[in-house]
């Protein structure tokens, strides 16, 4: 059965610090990939897609992720986080109509 | 901006209640999808539409049904609440085929006593 895999529940970071937040999928051949970011109290929303290309995608506010196809992963990284980064992080794919979410990370940046 | 809209953000049945739960978009998108989220579960996906009358089941349909008569209302519905469907309830949009993002509502909040 298709699925995403995110094995990070909960990080704990200081800010400044780096991130790296592990998504692996379990699709054959071609597949979309997201992040998604969820606020305290917020929709969630898009931060990084990739499609094809350039297996490095940049997002907004200074996130990044890395597709590599032989791991079937897509990790979201921060070169140095803030305490607004402080969210819910889900990794999602898509192939054909349906939308598969991971579980979720939750991230706590220490100020 | 896409909006998508759920037409409740809290809602309190009872056990043994049908329960409606509405969403509407407004950017004339194919794609709408029902998930439920819970802690430690991530969004599971409930049902999703492809088109008008088009509804497939996802990966935890029991307990729920889908209606989608116009292209920008999909309707969640439980047939008979128990409390195990205490959850929030997202809704999403998305344009047709597989390269396009999907937009999210606030979220349902739904208990059932």
């Known amino acids: 059965a298709q699925s995403v895999s995110q094995h990070n529940h909960h990080v704990i970071l200081s800010e400044a610090a780096s991130l790296e937040l592990g998504c692996n999928y379990s699709?054959?051949?071609?597949?979309?990939l997201f992040w998604y970011v969820q606020y305290p109290g917020q929709h969630l929303q898009l931060l990084l897609k990739?499609?094809?290309?350039?297996?490095l995608v940049k997002g907004i506010k200074g996130f990044e992720a890395e597709f590599i196809k032989s791991k079937f992963s897509f990790n979201l990284r921060k070169p140095s986080v803030q305490w607004s980064d402080t969210a819910e992080y889900f990794c999602a794919a898509s192939r054909t109509y349906k939308y598969i979410f991971g579980t979720g990370t939750r991230l706590k940046v220490l100020a | 901006d896409v909006k998508v809209t759920q037409s409740s953000r809290y809602l309190v049945k009872r056990t043994g209640e049908k329960v409606f739960l509405e969403c509407v978009q407004d950017?004339?998108?194919?794609?709408m999808f029902w998930y439920r989220q819970d802690p430690g579960l991530g969004l599971r996906l409930i049902y999703f539409s492809y088109d008008v009358k088009m509804k497939e089941k996802g990966d935890i349909p029991e307990g729920y049904s889908v209606s989608r008569e116009k292209k920008e209302r999909f309707s969640l519905i439980l047939e008979s609440a128990s409390t195990n469907q205490t959850s929030m309830y997202l809704c999403?949009?998305?344009?047709?085929?597989?390269?396009?993002?999907?937009?999210f509502g606030q979220g349902t909040r739904l208990t059932v006593v």
């Open positions: 990739y499609f094809s290309g350039d297996p």
């Open positions: 999403a949009s998305r344009r047709g085929g597989q390269r396009t993002e999907a937009f």
């Open positions: 699709y054959g051949g071609t597949v979309n």
């Open positions: 950017m004339d998108h194919e794609n």
